[in-house]
T-cell receptor
Framework: LAKTTQPISMDSYEGQEVNITCSHN???????ITWYQQFPSQGPRFIIQ???TKVTNEVASLFIPADRKSSTLSLPRVSLSDTAVYYC??????????????FGPGTRLSVLP | GAVVSQHPSRVICKSGTSVKIECRSL??????MFWYRQFPKQSLMLMAT?????????EQGVEKDKFLINHASLTLSTLTVTSAHPEDSSFYIC????????????FGPGTRLTVL
């Protein structure tokens, strides 16, 4: 089971691009990388998932280098409402027992005006 | 995306009582549901995995007799906190997973349990 390491916290200002990097040195061949966002007193919300190279959707981009030992979540032009905890998870999409969803401490992003 | 609901969203109870929390997948069938617990300023901790029609699998350190899980249908799983104590006060979150290759998890909104 791959362990992930992320910065505990980050500060940014409105309108800036924020990049949060996650290290997962022991990632396995079948593992995917998934990022979730969580606001206080709410369940986590799926942001983006990828396996290699770059994935982009309407809210974020995910950059994964060739060795896949790290990944970077990129949030373009953050706003105050992006203040949340961001979790990086690594696991096998085919896992049937939920063991892929082991949450690390996450990164607490604070967006300042 | 698929929607998962939890009921109740908040519950306050006296010490020694039992509390049942429901987790429903509203627009899809979930063969597997997961229960997490989250204490303030901490991350989510997986408590148990619930498979429809079979006994739940509990994580190490989670008492199965205290946290009763029932997954009676493909859209409903329940977590009952028996004989609750103040230390059980926490945010309980469930998630449900679609079966198959692309088995993304969808999380419920959580239930805030306060035991007095």
């Amino acid at each position: 089971l791959a362990k992930t390491t992320q910065p505990i916290s980050m500060d940014s200002y409105e309108g800036q691009e924020v990049n949060i990097t996650c290290s997962h040195n022991n990632i396995a061949t079948n593992d995917y990388i998934t990022w979730y966002q969580q606001f206080p007193s709410q369940g986590p919300r799926f942001i983006i998932q990828g396996y290699k190279t770059k994935v982009t959707n309407e809210v974020a981009s995910l950059f994964i280098p060739a060795d896949r030992k790290s990944s970077t979540l990129s949030l373009p032009r953050v706003s105050l409402s992006d203040t949340a905890v961001y979790y990086c998870l690594v696991g096998d999409k085919r896992d049937n027992y939920g063991q892929n969803f082991v949450f690390g401490p996450g990164t607490r992003l604070s967006v300042l005006p | 995306g698929a929607v998962v609901s939890q009921h109740p969203s908040r519950v306050i109870c006296k010490s020694g009582t039992s509390v049942k929390i429901e987790c429903r997948s509203l627009d899809f069938q979930a063969t597997t549901m997961f229960w997490y617990r989250q204490f303030p300023k901490q991350s989510l901790m997986l408590m148990a995995t619930s498979n429809e029609g079979s006994k739940a699998t509990y994580e190490q350190g989670v008492e199965k007799d205290k946290f009763l899980i029932n997954h009676a249908s493909l859209t409903l799983s329940t977590l009952t906190v028996t004989s609750a104590h103040p230390e059980d006060s926490s945010f309980y979150i469930c998630s449900a997973r679609l079966a198959g290759e692309n088995n993304e998890q969808f999380f419920g909104p959580g239930t805030r349990l306060t035991v007095l």
